[in-house]
């Protein structure tokens, strides 16, 4: 019995310490849409920002807790005014999306995962069960902060520094 209770916790605490440092593969050929609707992949996209620090924020225009948290990143914005901030939409609805960062005032770089928050490569390597989800990305391309679900969270201030 307690060989099967210590392999439980193993496995338990191996999965909610999850930090990859890098992208899979088949997550960056995922596809995202910019603004002016242009298909793009989650690789192209890292790329137009490397070497400089980014601040990926999954979110959606139905989500109360990704608005909540907007203020919050807002701040962010203001004192880290050097980091990319990249908002990564899970809206299904493209006008949706679009009209939500007009409505609040969403200033940062924007694209669209179509396929909502369950389906797709790059969602499915997030491991997404919650939104919003803050990761950071440092200069060099690597994750510095995979899982954040809180932008007040001190790990993303830490990541950010």
Same mark, same amino acid.
């Given at each position: 019995?307690?060989?099967?209770?210590?392999?439980?916790?193993?496995?338990?605490?191996?999965?909610?310490?999850?930090?990859?440092?890098?992208?899979?593969?088949?997550?960056?050929?995922?596809?995202?849409?910019?603004?002016?609707?242009?298909?793009?992949?989650?690789? =192209?996209?890292?790329?137009?920002? %490397? !070497?400089? $620090?980014?601040?990926?924020? +999954?979110?959606?225009?139905?989500? @109360?807790d990704c608005i909540k948290?907007?203020?919050?990143?807002?701040?962010?914005?203001?004192?880290?005014?050097?980091?990319?901030?990249?908002?990564?939409?899970?809206?299904?609805?493209?006008?949706?999306?679009?009209?939500?960062?007009?409505?609040?005032?969403?200033?940062? =770089?924007?694209?669209?995962?179509? %396929? !909502?928050? $369950?389906d797709g490569e790059f +969602?499915?390597?997030?491991?997404? @069960?919650?939104?919003?989800?803050?990761?950071?990305?440092?200069?060099?391309?690597?994750?510095?902060?995979?899982?954040?679900?809180?932008?007040?969270?001190?790990?993303?201030?830490?990541?950010?520094?």
């Amino acid at each position: 019995m307690k060989k099967i209770v210590l392999i439980f916790i193993i496995l338990v605490t191996s999965c909610t310490f999850e930090k990859p440092t890098k992208f899979s593969e088949i997550a960056l050929n995922d596809k995202a849409y910019s603004l002016s609707d242009k298909q793009i992949s989650i690789e =192209e996209i890292l790329d137009k920002y %490397k !070497g400089k $620090k980014i601040l990926i924020d +999954v979110w959606a225009s139905w989500c @109360g807790d990704c608005i909540k948290g907007l203020p919050s990143v807002k701040n962010l914005q203001k004192e880290y005014p050097e980091v990319v901030f990249l908002f990564l939409s899970i809206d299904k609805s493209k006008r949706a999306w679009k009209n939500g960062i007009t409505r609040f005032n969403i200033k940062g =770089e924007h694209y669209n995962l179509p %396929k !909502g928050m $369950k389906d797709g490569e790059f +969602v499915n390597f997030l491991n997404l @069960g919650w939104i919003p989800r803050y990761l950071v990305i440092d200069e060099q391309g690597k994750i510095k902060l995979f899982k954040a679900t809180n932008a007040a969270d001190l790990d993303i201030i830490e990541a950010l520094k």
